[in-house]
């Protein structure tokens, strides 16, 4: 798998609350930060999951978060 550029910044979104949603941890998705189906094959799976309460978040692109889905400041190291 190639290696995520480190230039990705998090998208900010609003997200709603109860609300199943599938990061992409894989990189690959023209839909990001969400899973469009392109880890077909790549042994990675989208992380499910749900918003605590509807709010602005952010979600991580590089995915080298410590925290995924959300951003942790990885990007920029
Ligand atoms: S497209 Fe990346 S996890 Fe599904």
């Known amino acids: 798998?190639?290696?995520p550029?480190?230039?990705f910044t998090p998208i900010g979104?609003?997200?709603e609350a109860?609300?199943?949603y599938a990061w992409c941890a894989c990189g690959?998705?023209?839909k990001q930060p969400f899973c469009?189906?392109?880890h077909a094959g790549s042994g990675i799976s989208p992380q499910l999951f749900k918003?605590?309460?509807a709010g602005t978040y952010y979600l991580?692109?590089?995915k080298k978060s410590g925290n995924a889905p959300y951003c942790d400041g990885s990007h920029k190291k």
């Open 1 to 3: 798998m190639e290696t």
């Open 5 to 7: 550029s480190t230039n």
């Open 13 to 15: 979104l609003d997200l």
């Open 18 to 20: 109860d609300k199943n």
């Open 28 to 30: 690959k998705s023209n």
């Open 36 to 38: 469009d189906g392109s």
């Open 51 to 53: 918003a605590e309460k």
């Open 60 to 62: 991580c692109t590089c």
